[in-house]
């Protein structure tokens, strides 16, 4: 499998037409070659020097915590100015005209994971368009998705209102695209299309999952450690619109979810209950280091994925925050916290997430699981 990156630095009249124009750059610590190489130091090798780097949400080095604005700061290695495109605010989610002027092109190189929540994609859009204004030319370097390219769950948005840094554009929760697919898609009903070239992969199996390419996943992002976290991701992230912890401060994000008091022998028994396919719940008790119900032990489940395929992440996660509710609905809430830039009465975390209110509306109303799942899902659940 050769992904964008590899294809650039193995052809070499287009290296030779970027060594002579002004390139800015907008990578993260998951853009590298199959070598590790990041594409900052495989560009530079090959004589192309960046005159401007930007980084996405956690920023150029990934470091950040989620929703942690970041700084701009000086690439110690180039010299660079870094600019964030995570900063204070929704106007610095896409770059300023002064920092794209006197740039021919703007390389993006972004690894995204395959649900609409995660960041990246919407950061790659929006830079689109603020390049085209500006008449530079964007160019991503394609990467495959890690929780393959053909499986799907989940509606796209109801209501323009609710399209938000979690969900720009509407696109199925679990979208089975590339990054540079979607864009391009935005570009192509946008008008965008001469401004972008999408380099795509190639030799990629779209049935395949991250850990079975010729290379090692690298973490995008701090709490996306492992292809597997990838693949819960797509349900596990609507823990964060509720009180319950969904494991940040632990090592395995995403996998956990629970909160003090919670019984997870009761959890993970209703949630095999439902029958939904492809993994297992196993009771635990867990202690984040940091972020919701930090220091305090958690009681709750930890979510193994048994058969990929068959595993339904946004379904399964529904399911279990409707029976989490059930069991303790005087304890169980939704975020109070802005959410994205959102403050809560602009819109619920939950509402953002899912694309609806009905979800929402069926969840603290105390509906069973399979309406809570029927407002986003329309794959019919088991009997």
């Excluded at 830079?127 to 204004?133: E, G, P, V």
């Excluded at 720009?168 to 972008?196: F, K, N, Q, W, Y």
């Excluded at 930890?302 to 339904?312: C, G, K, L, N």
Aim: negative net charge; aromatic residues 6%.
């Amino acid at each position: 499998m050769r992904v964008g990156l590899d294809a650039v630095l193995d052809d070499p009249k287009r290296l030779v037409a970027w060594r002579t124009s002004r390139v800015g750059l907008l990578v993260h610590p998951a853009s590298v070659t199959r070598r590790m190489q990041h594409a900052v130091d495989a560009l530079g090798e090959a004589g192309v020097r960046p005159s401007i780097l930007f980084g996405p949400e956690h920023g150029f080095g990934g470091g950040a915590q989620d929703m942690a604005q970041v700084g701009d700061e000086v690439d110690a290695r180039t010299g660079a100015r870094v600019v964030s495109l995570y900063g204070h605010g929704l106007e610095r989610l896409s770059p300023r005209a002064d920092e794209l002027a006197g740039l021919d092109l703007l390389v993006v190189d972004l690894q995204d994971v395959g649900a609409r929540y995660y960041t990246f994609v919407w950061t790659a859009l929006l830079a689109l368009r603020a390049c085209a204004k500006a008449g530079v030319r964007v160019v991503i370097l394609d990467r495959p998705n890690p929780i393959d390219g053909v499986t799907r769950e989940g509606r796209v948005h109801e209501e323009l209102r609710l399209r938000s840094f979690v969900g720009l554009e509407p696109v199925p929760i679990r979208h089975a695209m590339t990054l540079g697919e979607i864009v391009a898609l935005r570009a192509r009903v946008e008008g965008l299309s001469d401004a972008l070239e999408v380099v795509p992969i190639e030799g990629w199996d779209r049935r395949s999952y991250g850990d079975a390419w010729d290379r090692p996943f690298v973490l995008p992002s701090p709490n996306m450690p492992t292809v597997d976290t990838a693949v819960v991701y797509p349900g596990g992230c609507l823990i964060e619109a509720t009180n319950l912890s969904e494991g940040r401060g632990t090592t395995r994000p995403f996998e956990l979810c629970g909160a003090p008091g919670l019984d997870g022998c009761a959890l993970a028994a209703a949630l095999h209950a439902t029958a939904l396919p492809g993994f297992r719940a196993r009771p635990t008790t867990f202690e984040p280091t940091f972020q919701k119900h930090a220091r305090q032990v958690c009681g709750g489940v930890q979510i193994h994925v048994t058969d990929r395929r068959a595993f339904r992440p946004v379904a399964t996660y529904l399911a279990l925050l409707a029976l989490a509710r059930a069991q303790a609905p005087e304890r169980f809430g939704l975020r109070a916290e802005p959410y994205e830039y959102v403050e809560p009465q602009e819109a619920e975390a939950l509402d953002l997430l899912c694309g609806t209110t009905r979800t929402r509306q069926v969840l603290m109303a105390g509906g069973a699981w399979r309406d809570v799942v029927a407002t986003v899902c329309d794959e019919p659940v088991p009997a």
